[in-house]
Antibody
């Protein structure tokens, strides 16, 4: 079964850090460009960042609001995607989804991150 | 700043046809923006329906189709069913960035 399963969400104070994981199964993870997308409570979808494949140098791109604070990485040996989030702000509170590139069109179920004092 | 605009809400009757559109403030939407359409029902994760303007995934019902229409990306639902009531988001690729529209809430009644 094709699946993406996020984990690592929780409650963190402003200025803190958190690392999210996304375990992939049922498809060739190493061949896929991978994305993180978030959704604040009651709001729409917002693209966060992307990592390309190893053959594309695992290059990363980020949305302006998270540039310099968030880092996307991957471990193809474990089929896991990561999102390291530093200097968290209250406005980072959201459900975080990992997704594949457009061709595969796979979404995880999401993990909730709450940034609050 | 790139802004992608969708109709905030639309209503359609069961069995009817409705078209949702997706515009960019940078100009006409073309296939170079690789338009995607994503469906989200309340309390559920998003689900990809259309990619690269008009390509369907294996799970995409035949009644959904994507196109370019008058400088915008478009999602057309033909023979709408009650289960199609959901929020629909378009996604456009702007260079290295991806930008979602604000979503269209589709009501079927």
């Amino acid at each position: 079964e094709v699946q993406l399963l996020e984990s690592g969400g929780g409650l963190v104070k402003p200025g803190g850090s958190l690392r999210l994981s996304c375990a992939a199964s049922g498809f060739i993870f190493s061949s896929a460009w991978m994305n993180w997308v978030r959704q604040a409570p009651g709001k729409g979808l917002e693209w966060v960042g992307r990592i390309r494949r190893k053959v594309d140098d695992e290059a990363t791109d980020y949305a302006a609001p998270v540039q310099g604070r968030f880092t996307v990485s991957r471990d193809d040996s474990k089929n896991i995607l990561y999102l390291q989030m530093n200097s968290l702000k209250t406005e980072d509170t959201a459900v975080y989804y990992c997704t594949t590139g457009s061709d595969e069109g796979i979404w995880g179920q999401g993990t909730m991150v709450t940034v609050s004092s | 700043q790139t802004v992608v605009t969708q109709e905030p809400s639309l209503t359609v009757s069961p069995g009817g046809t409705v078209t949702l559109t997706c515009a960019s403030n940078t100009g006409a939407v073309t296939s170079d923006y690789y338009p995607n359409w994503v469906q989200q029902k309340p309390g559920q994760a998003p689900r990809s329906l259309i990619y690269s303007t008009s390509k369907k995934h294996s799970w995409t019902p035949a009644r959904f189709s994507g196109s370019l229409l008058g400088g915008k990306a478009a999602l057309t639902l033909s023979g709408v069913q009650t289960e199609d009531e959901a929020e629909y988001y378009c996604l456009l690729y702007h260079g290295v960035a991806q930008v979602f529209g604000g979503g269209t809430k589709l009501t079927v009644l």
